[in-house]
């Protein structure tokens, strides 16, 4: 009984685990591209397991710190919301999300992409800023 009672209880954990989604901390994942030429796009690796159904946001808006209450200092610019795919991505995944030439329609080699509006990569003075 005890044995089936240990079984049951390891299920319940592994699978209370698989089901959640990653909660990220600073230096979990990196954005090694940023492209502004042409066809907008960038791509991020995760340095740790993501778990499915997590959702990274990533912002060109600028930021500002320097507001009584930071915040992002342009509402023009668009918020891109990729949520990962129904499996884990090991360590070392490299997702790309490219734009069409018109900065729409956003796809990912990896999990899906939801978008504010239109990417407006600059081709110089600009940033991607990834939270969740």
Do not use: C
Not at 19 to 30: E, M, R, T, V
Not at 53 to 79: D, H, R, V, Y
Not at 91 to 99: E, L, T, W, Y
Request: charged share 10%; net charge negative.
């Amino acid at each position: 009984m005890k044995n089936i009672l240990a079984l049951w209880v390891l299920m319940a954990i592994s699978f209370k685990i698989s089901a959640q989604d990653s909660l990220l901390q600073a230096g979990d994942l990196a954005i090694i591209s940023f492209q502004a030429d042409n066809n907008d796009q960038f791509v991020f690796v995760n340095l740790v397991t993501v778990y499915p159904g997590t959702k990274i946001q990533f912002s060109e808006k600028g930021w500002n710190g320097s507001l009584a209450t930071p915040a992002f200092a342009s509402s023009s610019e668009a918020i891109h919301a990729w949520t990962s795919p129904n499996h884990a991505l090991l360590p070392g995944s490299f997702i790309r999300v490219d734009f069409n030439s018109s900065g729409a329609s956003p796809v990912a080699n990896l999990g899906t992409v939801q978008s504010t509006g239109n990417s407006g990569f600059a081709a110089s003075g600009d940033q991607l800023i990834a939270f969740q």
